[in-house]
């Protein structure tokens, strides 16, 4: 009886260490393959992440299944709200998209990146090498500028020659022994040399008011964008904010910055 006793307890022992190696070896992840971590303490830091970040690219875009992260181009936004303006002022619109996918994600090149480390803080600027592309299902009621405006049907809003700037800081968190960074803020502005507006099937399907008022938002792109342009900062922000948390959330920082 005593040396079953024995025997069981050996396998216990056995099973519990297994199993602590096991989580102990998945709770770590390390950076896969195409990712470059970067020294923290080099003088050309910067520089590092910046190639770093850019080296990435091609692999954040066809998706890292180890980390999590699913394919971003084209960069999926189920439903994205835009309720933007007042009756007195020149936009007076309820916008509302749903499965709306951003294309060329991938064309991103990087120009510069200024980072504190210690700090958790990073500022990255880039251009695109290509029109980012939002095609989606849209809904409109309001007004542009003076005229009445209401459709819903298929979209697309075409930014050429588009340059951004992300801020992002977070903050440690300590898990199983390994320090890693969790996201608490991503802000995200942009500047575009021109935005091309097409919404199919306005004024439940008059071509010539359709027509009309296509043209007549292709004129007046700017003003329609000084407007609308804080909302899609701010959906473009919380898109990438995603990507990014998971990422940080399943690599320590001690992997990316040794």
Partial sequence: MMRRDAVLVVLCCLVYAISKTTRST???VKLPKGFVACKKDDPGVNACIQQALQTAVPHLVKGVPSLGLIPID???????DINQGTSNGPLDIKLSFKDLYIHNIGSIKLTSMKSSIN???????????????LEGMYNIQ???????????GRSNLTLAGLKVSINTNGKPVTRRGD????????????????LYIQ??????????????????MNQNWREILKDLQPAFESALGMAFQSVTSQFFHKVPYSKIFN
């Fill in 74 to 80: 084209p960069l999926i936004i189920s439903h994205m």
């Fill in 26 to 28: 998945a709770s770590v």
């Fill in 119 to 133: 700090n958790y803080t990073f500022n990255l600027k880039a251009d695109f090498d290509e029109p980012l592309v």
């Fill in 142 to 152: 309001g007004k542009i500028i003076i005229l009445p405006i209401t459709g819903e």
């Fill in 199 to 216: 919404l199919d099937n306005l004024f439940n399907g008059d071509r010539v008011l359709g027509s009309n008022m296509n043209m007549f």
């Fill in 179 to 194: 320090e890693y960074m969790e996201l608490e803020s991503m802000e995200l502005k942009f500047s575009t040399s021109r």
